[in-house]
């Protein structure tokens, strides 16, 4: 028992939700209902302490089980994909704060996924500096991704001495061959600028704004040509942030409303319960 909640931990705080092509999760609920005895305990290894392989089986079920909010999407080669590894963490952390709710995010390769297994999150964050190119079947898939209701949320990993130039032309061609339209400007009217926080656009960095593309009745891509994530990275949900400078702290707050507008858009707050089956 002690292992499956160590399990938990690695899945957790690694952001995963399959570890090999396992969905841990429902593999350890799964094995826990079969041992489970008519009074509700958990019957562990016999040199296990009944009381103490029970409370490890709840401490499993129950942290195991928070809804994921957003995936990140590994893509090409080397760690481009994550250039600031614990920006998407953090994102979640202050979605939390916000929405009062303990929530979950993952990440998932594009050379191994489904579309179950992306389906799993509402939310698709794909980051980068470098060319994005996809191959036919990756384009169709994530087509079908937004197709089934989910929202592609990306960013250049550009500006402030990071040059994401490649990405951002790159990215824009692959969207507008897999939806046969290209990006266009949101209007300061759009719900994603107020539908959490309120955002003023010309309070943001010079060259901030926010691209979309309609799909499925609702804005269905959304995209930055100016990196988030760094400031994500420096947003801890938890702890003082007193050594940030005023107006940087103000960008950084910028950012985080616009990274909780995204989701609450795409997700109206409604998120499938961990164990649900997928149509």
């Not at 910028?254 to 795409?266: Q, R």
Request: aromatic share 8%.
């Amino acid at each position: 028992m002690y292992y499956l909640y160590a399990l938990e931990r690695v899945g957790r705080l690694t952001g995963q939700r399959f570890i090999g092509s396992v969905d841990w999760y429902r593999a350890g609920a799964e094995h826990l209902l079969k041992i489970q005895d008519e009074s509700g305990k958990m019957r562990g290894s016999s040199t296990e302490i009944e009381h103490v392989a029970s409370a490890m089986a709840l401490l499993f079920l129950a942290k195991g089980k928070r809804q994921v909010v957003i995936g990140h999407l590994e893509h090409g080669n080397g760690s481009d994909w994550q250039l600031h590894r614990r920006s998407v963490q953090n994102l979640t952390g202050q979605i939390e704060k916000v929405w009062k709710r303990e929530l979950a995010w993952q990440s998932l390769k594009i050379e191994k996924a489904t579309l179950q297994t992306l389906a799993e999150t509402p939310v698709l964050f794909i980051s980068g500096s470098k060319a994005f190119q996809l191959t036919e079947p990756q384009r169709k898939l994530l087509k079908s991704y937004v197709e089934q209701g989910n929202v592609i949320f990306a960013e250049a990993c550009n500006g402030d001495g990071c040059d994401g130039e490649a990405f951002d032309k790159s990215f824009r061609a692959e969207m507008e061959k897999i939806f046969d339209r290209p990006l266009t400007k949101l209007p300061p009217t759009h719900a994603v600028w107020n539908a959490e926080a309120t955002i003023d656009p010309s309070a943001m960095p010079e060259g901030f704004w926010l691209y979309g593309l309609d799909a499925c009745c609702k804005t269905s891509v959304i995209y930055s040509p100016i990196s988030l994530s760094c400031r994500w990275e420096l947003a801890r949900p938890w702890g003082s942030s007193k050594s940030i400078a005023g107006r940087v702290k103000k960008d950084i707050d910028n950012a985080v409303k616009i990274g909780v507008n995204v989701v609450a858009y795409a997700t109206g707050r409604e998120l499938k319960e961990k164990l649900d089956a997928l149509e």
